[in-house]
């Protein structure tokens, strides 16, 4: 019964075709299961950010300390607390034992029977037959098998058995431990915009807490609290019927599910309206109160799967747009060395073939197709072919420019603008020495290397002296005539 899961293995192919139910608090169930003590601790420090709990509270939660209730010094409640106990000692017994698997197993026929008959007036307020109610809980403590469906009990018999049961359990459903925490998760209100408390229940935060609260109960009286809200929010959904809403219920089952034992209502004094309250908001929200919160949930998963835990696809997009931009310059980086490697590749093969295609044109014998094609590989000089070697006429430089604009710069301009494109060249061009000037160099013992400028006047000298000898023979020539 303790087990988590059963595995069953089926050979019926029918039956393997069926859905399969996951349970969302699988972890949780395990964890409670093989980690008690680990999974208490998760817990009780979620409920205490929710309540209040001083030290002493705190310490009877946990079960560190016993429970210090209301009227429990009172000669009555030692009365009843001896009864109980000679109740306790009967061997097989269901009723006034302590709660049991096979306990709760017997109580289900009860629960299951009162789902069917939930139309009858006053259901759990009427009592019903005293006799028929002692053979019925003689049965369930004999372990006999009872055909409610005879006829031969009325639902009120039921009603009112099941109510009996509660009541003789040592303690109550939800627990001593657990009876200050109820009354905290009672007081739980909103707060207004100035902060102050208000008088209006914090709904979300009790479902919480009473989330928190059920998780650290006993199994049995876990299960069994859970067949029980179950059946009273089903009955309260018929109260046009049975006229008993979740309130009237909450009056009848308060003080066998909540209130300590062996105590009064003089006892719990101002506690009564808020322990009714209470139980009547567990009504109400039944349903949702035995889902563990999202992150408990989430907290019992890390527990066993921790580095194991799947990726979802959100966190798989996370990722990959958060990494995105330390990947682009690895990617951009890659992509260039590819392309580059890819051009020198493209560029090697070219050459191959230019060289390969200039080898094939020099073996051809001595045509006008020939000279035609060698005259297309001297027009690139750049291409790395076998003929690069050879000395081949460089092609005439062409000073002018094709384009109409420079035409009509050098209409406009002149000379200057070529002066202006030879300034802008860095290296300055050699000056041409003559033959003369070279041996009226040596004549005058300068050095091989002038500047520029006394270069220029030796030319100067040169062509003077060209023009007084011109000028001599056109007067010798005059004067013979």
């Known amino acids: 019964s303790d087990a988590i899961c059963n595995f069953v293995i089926c050979n019926d192919s029918s039956l393997r075709s069926q859905p399969i139910i996951f349970n969302p608090d699988f972890f949780v169930e395990k964890l409670r299961h093989e980690k008690p003590e680990v999974f208490t601790e998760l817990v009780v420090s979620n409920i205490t950010r929710l309540i209040d709990l001083p030290g002493a509270e705190l310490a009877q939660l946990m079960g560190e300390e016993d429970p210090k209730l209301p009227g429990a010094n009172s000669t009555a409640s030692g009365f009843f607390r001896s009864l109980m106990s000679l109740k306790r000692k009967e061997k097989g017994v269901v009723f006034g034992s302590p709660l049991t698997e096979e306990g709760i197993a017997q109580v289900s026929q009860l629960i299951e029977y009162l789902h069917k008959n939930l139309r009858a007036e006053g259901l759990f307020r009427v009592p019903g037959n005293s006799i028929r109610q002692q053979i019925l809980k003689d049965a369930l403590n004999s372990g006999t098998d009872i055909d409610l469906d005879s006829g031969e009990f009325h639902s009120n018999d039921v009603a009112t058995l099941l109510k009996m049961f509660l009541g003789e359990l040592p303690e109550p459903l939800l627990t001593h431990k657990h009876f200050h925490a109820h009354l905290k998760i009672a007081d739980l209100t909103l707060f207004d915009e100035k902060g102050n408390k208000t008088s209006t229940p914090d709904k979300e935060r009790q479902i919480e807490a009473l989330q928190l609260l059920f998780l650290i109960l006993p199994a049995p009286n876990r299960s069994l609290l859970k067949l029980l809200l179950d059946l009273l929010y089903q009955t309260a959904k018929k109260q046009d019927k049975n006229k008993m809403s979740a309130h009237n219920l909450a009056l009848m089952f308060a003080p066998h599910i909540l209130w300590p034992r062996n105590v009064t209502a003089n006892d719990l004094q101002e506690n009564i309206t808020k322990l009714n309250n209470g139980v009547t908001f567990m009504i109400k929200h039944s349903q949702k109160l035995f889902k563990a919160p999202v992150y408990i949930r989430e907290c019992a998963r890390l527990h066993y799967l921790g580095s194991r ?154 062509e003077g002296s060209c023009r007084r000898m011109r000028a001599r023979l056109l007067s010798k020539d005059s004067s013979s005539l």
């Open 309 to 462: 835990a799947h990726t979802s696809k959100d966190d798989l997009d996370l990722l990959t747009s958060s990494g995105s931009k330390e990947l682009q310059p690895l990617k951009s980086q890659k992509r260039s060395r590819l392309d580059s490697c890819h051009q020198e590749e493209t560029q090697q093969r070219t050459e191959e073939a230019l060289k390969e295609l200039f080898l094939h044109v020099h073996n051809m014998p001595d045509s006008a197709k020939k000279k035609k094609l060698i005259r297309q590989f001297n027009k690139h000089p750049t291409a790395l072919t076998p003929g690069s070697d050879v000395p081949t006429s460089p092609a005439p430089r062409r000073t002018r420019s094709r384009s109409f604009s420079g035409l009509i710069k050098r209409k406009v301009l002149g000379t200057p603008v070529i002066l202006e494109r030879k300034s802008r060249d860095s290296t300055p061009e050699p000056v041409r020495v003559s033959k003369e000037n070279v041996q009226l160099l040596q004549k005058c013992g300068s050095p091989a290397h002038m500047s520029q400028a006394k270069l220029k006047s030796l030319e100067g000298q040169k």
